[in-house]
């Protein structure tokens, strides 16, 4: 913002569809990445396992 301030937008419905987005697995992710030992897993994108990556499950 440029007051200084913060902002953001919340998007829970497709903007395409209109249906309800299901729930955020974001806070999961990392969580389950830490477990693996990747403590900040955005600078250590290399030692990421497939299964975490989206570009694999895009195009199952």
Do not use: T
Request: negative net charge; aromatic residues 8%.
């Amino acid at each position: 913002m440029h007051d200084g301030g913060h902002s953001y937008i919340l998007i829970d419905h497709c903007p395409f569809c209109g249906k309800i987005l299901p729930e955020s697995k974001r806070n999961q992710w990392f969580n389950e990445l830490e477990e693996l030992g990747l403590d900040d897993p955005m600078s250590d994108i290399k030692n990421i396992p497939e299964k975490y990556k989206i570009e694999k499950r895009l195009h199952e």
